[in-house]
Nanobody, 120 residues
Framework: QVELQESGPGLVKPSQTLSLTCSVS??????????WSWIRQSPGKGLEWMGT???????YYSPSLKSRTSIFRDTSKNQFTLELNSVTPEDTAVYYC????????????WGQGTKVTVSS
């Protein structure tokens, strides 16, 4: 059974880069036809898909965040990482990593989530 675990700082200052890593166990991030995503939920709002990296390394980003977002992977560690640049307090959210069979929908496995606050 695949397990996902987010890690990273809980507090980031405005204008800095938010960096979170998802460690995957029980399955390889290079297994065919699986996609690995970052999703967030801001206070009082719904879930927002941010971006995905696929089994082949292809990436897909939300148009609204594309200019500030980068997702990359370390296959030797079975991890993938989110970087979000130029953060503002509006980027305060619980950030989740998840797995799916399609790039941005139908997430079948989730990490527990990690709360990130953007504040000076």
């Amino acid at each position: 059974q695949v397990e996902l675990q987010e890690s990273g700082p809980g507090l980031v200052k405005p204008s800095q880069t938010l960096s979170l890593t998802c460690s995957v166990s029980g399955g390889s991030i290079t297994t065919n036809y699986y996609y690995w995503s970052w999703i967030r939920q801001s206070p009082g709002k719904g879930l927002e898909w941010m971006g995905t990296i696929g089994y082949s390394g292809s990436t897909y980003y939300s148009p609204s965040l594309k200019s500030r977002t980068s997702i990359f992977r370390d296959t030797s560690k079975n991890q993938f990482t989110l970087e979000l640049n130029s953060v503002t307090p509006e980027d305060t959210a619980v950030y989740y990593c998840a797995r799916s069979r399609n790039p941005s929908v139908d997430f079948g496995a989730w990490g527990q989530g990690t709360k990130v606050t953007v504040s000076s």
